[in-house]
């Protein structure tokens, strides 16, 4: 289903919601795991995958070597490197940022040079940390504008070893590196200098390559990965918490119920934590079977909160959506690196909150949201960022008439985000 393009208006919706909502796959989980598969010796059979922007960037680049068969949400792998070239000769990444990072990391272990690029956004991204590491460990990595793309890797003399990479820099640098690291012939030592953010994210990279049969260790402020080459698996996706995130605030601000099926079996990932955000906000929520369930009263009813999200960034967008709704002050911590995602994720979003009518205040490590808004109609600007179109659109939910400058944005990770969240937001054209 593709990602509805230009503006997005969506109809005030008061009252309780009792909705269904299927999230799709992690693409986080999808990436890793795409990638694991790929440096394994054989074929590996992998379900579930996500059908977003991030996802489509790297299987194109996949079936552009044969590397990749299959249809709908099931392929087949075929990895090692005796079937050919691992990467084309030039991948177009468009604006996914992790597989930018992680194919420019496989680009090093690839038989001949690859050009990577992507569209302006992504070009302007920070990947300096990445391009350094590479190239202490035998890389060739040419670029005209040093830390961004476009850039040109090659494998020189890539034996693996030490190299130290900044804690506090995108986690997705630090995956690059690790999963790469089972096919150097001296393994990889990660040494990490400061505090690691995002810690879940390394945890479910070491957790995916371990199913793939590598040998990963996480000791206090070093990863260290054995040069153990990875097995042919069989896996499956599981749904997304960082998706089901919105349905599930959307029912808080909302009230009533709302189901997510299957998200009860997952259990690799961090954005896990917005169940526990949720009780905390005072939301009911249990488990049906293979089902999360959460039920709520509404806006009126959420609990404020000072909370460290630093390990769960991704959730910051719809939780501060809700949080302003509420009766009290809240504060979000910990989270000043999410400025260099896909947009300034804590400004842009202070921003068009204030736009709003919300109270928020951003400093310089989250927001601080005064609670008790009475939002009113607005167009919001997407900042082409998916995460941010997705928690703006929740603040129809309060009873107000919202439009997206760019419904296509959600294309990212959730290309059907509009109709799969029907049972709760209202498109304009739907309404009664």
């Known amino acids: 289903m593709n990602a509805v393009r230009g503006v997005v208006s969506l109809a005030g919706r008061s009252g309780p919601v009792d909705a269904s909502v299927e999230v799709p796959g992690s693409k986080s989980l999808a990436n890793r795991a795409l990638v694991c598969a790929l440096l394994a010796d054989g074929q590996s059979t992998l379900t579930g995958l996500p059908d977003g922007d991030d996802v489509a960037v790297m299987l194109a680049a996949l079936r552009s070597v044969d590397r990749i068969a299959g249809i709908g949400t099931d392929f087949v792998v075929t990895g090692g490197s005796g079937h050919g070239p691992l990467l084309p000769a030039s991948v177009d990444c468009g604006l996914a940022g992790t597989t930018s990072r992680f194919l420019t990391a496989v680009a090093s272990v690839n038989t001949s040079p690859v050009r990577l690029d992507g569209g302006g956004p992504l070009r302007g991204r920070p990947m300096g940390e990445l391009h350094e590491a590479l190239g202490v460990l035998g890389a060739r990595v040419e670029t005209a504008h040093p830390g961004h793309l476009p850039v040109t890797v090659s494998p020189g003399t890539m034996r693996g070893g030490r190299v130290r990479v900044r804690g506090d820099a995108s986690s997705q640098f630090i995956s690059a590196l690790m999963l790469i690291a089972p096919v150097l012939p001296e393994g990889l030592v990660i040494e990490l200098v400061g505090a690691l953010v995002s810690r879940p994210y390394v945890e479910m990279t070491a957790a995916v ?209 509009f109709m799969d969240m029907s049972g709760i937001l209202r498109l304009e054209n739907e309404r009664k």
């Not at 029912?251 to 955000?277: E, K, T």
């Not at 089902?291 to 939780?319: H, R």
């Not at 939002?375 to 997705?390: C, G, Q, V």
């Not at 929740?394 to 985000?417: C, I, Q, R, T």
């Open 209 to 417: 390559m371990m199913t793939f049969g590598a040998d990963v260790r996480i000791e206090g402020t070093e990863i260290v990965v054995a040069p153990r080459p990875y097995l042919p698996t069989k896996y499956r996706i599981e749904p997304d918490f960082s998706s089901a995130a919105f349905p599930l605030v959307g029912a808080m601000i909302a009230g009533g119920r709302v189901r997510i099926p299957g998200l009860a079996l997952a259990r690799l990932q961090g954005d896990a934590r917005i169940l526990v955000l949720l009780r905390d906000m005072g939301a009911v929520v249990g488990v049906d079977g293979d089902d999360v369930v959460t039920v709520t009263e509404g806006a009126a009813s959420i609990t404020p909160v000072d909370v460290d999200m630093a390990d769960c960034s991704d959730l910051v967008p719809a939780v501060a959506v809700a949080l302003g709704l509420g009766a009290g002050s809240s504060r979000i911590r910990g989270i000043g690196f999410i400025r260099a995602k896909e947009s300034n994720r804590i400004d842009d979003l202070a921003g068009e909150l204030a736009r709003a009518g919300y109270e928020v205040r951003s400093e310089a490590d989250g927001l601080v949201l005064g609670g008790a808004a009475r939002p009113r109609s607005s167009r919001f600007k997407t900042h082409e960022d998916h995460r941010l179109a997705m928690a703006l659109s929740l603040v129809s939910l309060a009873g107000v008439d919202v439009s997206l400058d760019d419904g296509s944005v959600v294309g990212k990770s959730w290309p059907s985000f």
